[in-house]
């Protein structure tokens, strides 16, 4: 990883979802005058296939070392954008997300301009941390081969067999002295109309 | 249910409740406490040779208590494990020991009245919950007179009642007389889509339920007057639209209206008070049965089992999960999924496909040996630290090798990155990854970089106010556009200075938030939250600023409409903040954070008073 951070900087429309209240292009030229940003420009969906190439070709073509995107919120996509920087051998961690439509367009929908200048300001902060983030490596855990179920209704019995199916244990953890729960209570069950049990 | 039984790879711990949880995905330890059963699961044939002699009686749970079980008891018969159980409850008791006769009659010997309960432990990869649900208790909603009138009964109790196992054999018959009834009027959504007693959501199943018990009434007892009272008809899956209009073929009568008041007539037939909706006048009708078309609702215990996982719940009180439309088996937590009513109302049919799904993603996790995780953990400066133990004393997860005078090293493998120890240390020591002092104090500066006094700098967790934020902004709740959220794993990871540094820059309002108490998704670090907190909240107000400029607030990730408010509020709250107030703490702040350096002369003194 070069010293010297070249953040790039990806504006997602979302659509409407974002573009149709915040002015992106407006954004996208407020990037280019950050401290280290060497690139940016807006995507008209930033997690479609296309977006993600679009990432990719950038990161390429203009050495980037650090990613913005500035999107929707992290839990929804950032696994996408580190997986979409994996494949071009940067590594995941160098991503850091503005959520410019949970957090801003879907919020402030009646005040555009407000919501341009607040999008602008979450672009700065997340420049302002991807310059100064490092690359990581993923920790790994075993994972012990059993589950346990809680509950032993209709839905416990369901899991616990569907898992214990694979070969895996399964403890099946049940209050009352019996399986059934509810359902095993019910005479007859539609759309069937046959015995609960 | 046999098939469980019988399954190879399946330990059925009946009468057993969840104690303890431990560990983290891939690695949850586990105890259980399993109640003494009394009676030798592998062992009894469900002879019943015990139960002809047990001379005490208990209500029957299985049947709502219509009728009376004996203490030693099979649930149903075709119940799974196949033994009988002894309430202890209701029978004589074992200590001193007042009858026995069940042991004695049993030739297998398979009754021991001395059983204890006992704990099994047990390490699973991942956890599936499957609490279910209860039926709305209808006793508070008096208008119906459920309990008071003999004849008002529940859906459930109309289950049993038509159950072929059921107390009457499978006939549908009044409880004041035991005479089989020339009319049934099920009333629907008691205790869903209502103010007050009850529920404020649809119950889902009980408008099928009702159809299904039309079509069961009409083909076995033809003659019944089958007439069904309702707001809406919600008959929405495959073949249930159908099923509604072979019910109307059938001659039952579907009537647009709740009654109002059920009353009792003196042969204890019922009438019913109702506005007809379709015909605009309120009518009177008779009845002989009068079933009430109970909602669902979560399992008050399984909130036990919530607080136990530090899972969330949606404001009705059912389980939340990770994404209501992309994750929605996944919980908050890692390696936990849901199955069926715990989640939300369902039938068998999505209960079967939610419990499939729950499976799949647990096995999904399980299937490579191996998972990977956020590296999401910290380093210690040795250079910086001074060897004081702190770190360890705040961790939840006690993740730190340290003993008195030696430095304090990470133990990687139980650190859950919540960043706590890093915003307890006074030497700048530590640095978690991905949220360093650094990259945090970056962000509150480039916050404040421009009109800083039109700024609220917020704080919040990224499991719970984070999410409320996403969930308000799903939800298009509104809110005033001067915020800029500055995300952390949790709360306890928001160091004093990057409060102080958000003030010194002139931001007029500062707010931390996290999760609820019960919900920190690191046990208990958003305790020191509050104790970082109060301590600045005084420091504050010594330097003669005032603490209500910094808030803490808790929301959790279903509550955007909190969220919501909090801006507001924060917005109101960031308009009682003069210029001259923001100079006045810049310039409080300077002196404090940045105090000139003594000059060497005055240094020199201090040393001769000190000696």
Known sequence: MPDTPRIGVFICHCGTNIAGTVDVEKVAEFARSLDNVAFAETSKYACSDPGQQAIQKAVAEHRLNRIVVAACSPRMHEPTFRACLAQVDLNPFVLEMANIREGCSWVHLREPALATSKACDLVRMAAAKARLLEPLSVRKYPVKRAAMVVGGGIAGIQAALDIADTGAMVYLVERGPCLGGTMAQLNKTYPTMDCAI | ?611
Request: proline share 5%; hydrophobic share 35%.
């Open chain 2, 1 to 611: 249910m046999a098939d469980v039984g019988r399954h190879p790879n399946i330990e059925l711990l009946t009468l057993s409740e969840v104690k303890e949880v431990s560990g983290h995905v891939g690695n949850f330890r586990v105890k259980v406490k399993r109640h003494a059963r009394y009676v030798d699961e592998k062992e009894c044939t469900a002879c019943g040779d015990c139960v002809e002699v047990c001379p005490q009686v208990g209500p029957d749970e299985f049947n709502f208590g219509l009728v009376h079980r004996h203490a030693i008891y099979q649930p149903f018969p075709q119940a799974i494990p196949a033994a009988f159980v002894l309430d202890m409850e209701t029978c004589l008791g074992n200590n001193p020991r007042a009858c026995g006769k069940c042991a004695e009659a049993c030739e297998k010997h398979c009754i021991n009245l001395d059983a204890v309960d006992s704990d099994v432990e047990f390490t699973v990869g991942t956890i599936v919950i499957a609490t279910g649900m209860e039926p709305f208790d209808p006793l508070g909603m008096t208008e119906y007179g459920y309990g008071r009138m003999k004849n008002v009964i529940t859906a459930m109790e109309f289950e049993r009642l038509a159950s072929s196992g059921g107390p009457t054999g499978g006939d549908i018959r009044r409880f004041s007389d035991g005479k089989t009834p020339k009319s049934i009027a099920f009333i629907q959504c008691v205790g869903s889509r209502c103010e007050g007693p009850g529920n404020s959501y649809c119950g889902n199943i009980c408008c099928m339920n009702t159809i299904k018990d039309t079509l069961l009434l009409k083909d076995h007892w033809p003659e019944i007057d089958v007439t069904v009272y309702y707001i809406d008809l919600r008959a929405f899956g495959k073949g249930f639209e159908e099923m509604l209009k072979r019910s109307r073929q059938l001659g039952v009568r579907y009537i647009r209206g709740i009654p109002g008041e059920v009353e009792e007539n003196e042969d204890q037939s019922l009438t019913l008070h109702v506005e007809n909706t379709e015909t605009g006048l309120v009518e009177q009708h008779q009845a002989d049965m009068v079933v009430l078309a109970t909602g669902v609702q979560p399992r008050a215990e399984a909130h036990d089992l919530n607080k136990l996982l530090s899972l969330q719940l949606h404001p009705e009180g059912f389980l939340l999960e990770a994404h209501p439309k992309l994750q929605p088996v996944d919980s908050p937590v890692r390696g936990i999924f849901y199955a069926g009513c715990a989640e939300g109302p369902k039938d068998i049919k999505e209960t079967v496909t939610q419990a499939s799904a729950a499976a799949g993603r647990a096995v999904r996790l399980m299937s490579q040996g191996e998972i990977a995780a956020d590296p999401y953990t910290v380093e210690v400066n040795e250079d910086k630290c001074k060897a004081c133990g702190l770190c360890l004393k705040v961790c939840p997860y006690g993740a730190f090798e340290w003993e008195k005078g030696a430095k304090a090293e990470p133990i990687e493998a139980l650190c859950a990155g919540c960043g706590t120890c890093a915003a307890e240390c006074r030497f700048e020591a530590i640095t978690p990854h991905q949220f360093s002092d650094a990259q945090i104090v970056a962000q509150v500066e480039a916050s404040l970089s421009q009109d800083p006094e039109q700024k609220a700098v917020v704080f919040a967790c990224n499991w719970c106010s984070y999410a409320a934020a996403d969930t308000a902004g799903v939800s298009r709740f509104q809110y005033p556009a001067n915020q800029v959220l500055i995300r952390t794993m949790c709360s306890g990871r928001v160091d004093e200075k990057f409060i102080l540094r958000a003030f010194e820059l002139g931001a007029p309002i500062v707010l931390v938030s996290g999760c609820h108490f019960v919900d920190c998704h690191y046990i208990d670090a958003n305790r020191q939250t509050v104790r970082r907190v109060e301590k600045l909240w005084d420091k504050l107000e010594s330097w003669g600023i005032r603490p209500a400029r910094l808030q803490l607030e808790w929301i959790s990730s279903a509550q955007g409409q909190r969220f919501q408010k909090t801006m507001e509020e924060l917005e109101r709250l960031r308009r009682e903040v003069t210029p001259r107030e923001i100079a006045h703490t810049r310039r409080i702040l300077k002196q404090k954070l940045h105090p000139p350096k003594p000059k060497k002369q005055a240094r020199r003194k201090g040393v001769a008073a000190h000696a």
